[in-house]
């Protein structure tokens, strides 16, 4: 493979080391993106799958669904992402999947796994696992993982690595931002990424379909314990209504969040027939805690979970009983 320089930081690197052993000892890899895939998860298989192409690695990006984030469309490969499982591949990677349901499949067992990942629930579940949940994404795991082992970053490769840290840093405004993540922002920028272009990309092509729904998530705001618990909902009737799809009402949920008394809120809508459940806090409330109890998982400050049911209040008061008892 093309070479960069090399540089250390106090993540082991022999587990990169073995990691990129592996890889250049498969005949075939899958990169696996996690259900509902977001943009830190599929950046940082398309950053992994530019290096194999340039280095004529066989390999595919798969996600178990074909229903993938539209935004994300000028990422180069993203076309060529499949929710078809390649009949033979000895190696499989997966990015971004905080625990291993999350990959959508059950994985033969005799296949080697490289788990690259940075969420608090992550149990380590690969033959080899480059877990960091002080990390600000994934994508900043993947770039360590070039910069270890010193390979070349190309311009599509430093494009998808810097999507991933921005949007799941939410604009590099989290705690899990710090001097080294802003030096290999820097970098990647000096790879290729265009700052203004990924925003551009990424913030101006909303549909109208969002903001017809948004105002319909925001009118269900519900406020517990003097204003400190929030709660949202969209209704499966709101999404035939406005044509808009579950990711267009994401943004809501950080809509609640900024409101200054509020340390905990959640948004509560229907996907595939369950109830998806995105948890969001401030400060010292760790609401990985509460996903975990729904076999969910995520970070400290955010996390998510499905529970087995397609009626959103009922999931709504699930969700409650378990936030109060944090409160007593």
């Known amino acids: 493979m093309k070479k960069d320089f090399i540089v250390s930081n106090k993540i082991d690197m022999a587990t990169y080391t073995q990691a990129l052993k592996l890889i250049e000892e498969s005949k075939y890899i899958l990169i696996i993106t996690h259900v509902n895939p977001d943009p830190d998860s599929i950046s940082s298989a398309l950053a992994l799958s530019n290096l194999f192409y340039e280095n004529k690695i066989k390999h595919k990006v798969f996600n178990i669904s074909s229903d993938l984030p539209d935004n994300l469309n000028f990422l180069s490969g993203f076309e060529k992402i499949t929710d078809q499982l390649p009949k033979f591949f000895d190696l499989a990677i997966s990015v971004d999947c905080g625990t291993y349901p999350r990959l959508g499949f059950e994985l033969d067992k005799d296949i080697p796994l490289i788990n690259f990942d940075h969420h608090k629930s992550n149990n380590n579940f690969g033959t080899i696992n480059i877990v960091d949940p002080m990390k600000s994404s994934t994508a900043e795991i993947i770039y360590d993982f070039f910069k270890h082992n010193g390979l070349y970053i190309t311009k599509d490769s430093a494009t998808a690595l810097y999507v991933g840290i921005y949007d799941d840093s939410l604009a590099f405004s989290l705690a899990r931002c710090d001097e080294l993540t802003f030096d290999k922002v820097n970098f990647l920028v000096q790879c290729g990424a265009s700052p203004s272009k990924i925003a551009n990309k990424l913030l101006r092509r909303d549909s109208l379909a969002k903001y017809r729904i948004i105002p319909k998530v925001l009118d269900s705001l519900e406020l517990f314990k003097e204003g400190e618990v929030a709660s949202i909902i969209a209704e499966e009737e709101w999404f035939k209504q406005t044509g808009a799809h579950n990711r267009d009402c994401e943004d809501a949920l950080d809509m609640v969040m900024s409101i200054a008394i509020v340390k905990i809120a959640f948004f509560v809508r ?57 409160y007593k």
């Open 270 to 326: 229907i996907v595939s027939s369950k109830a998806r459940i995105s948890l969001r806090s401030k400060g010292s409330v760790d609401v990985s805690k509460i996903a975990g109890h729904f076999n969910g998982g995520g970070h400290f400050n955010a996390a998510g979970c499905t529970i087995d049911t397609n009626d959103v209040n009922k999931a709504k008061k699930l969700v409650l009983k378990e936030i109060f008892e944090l």
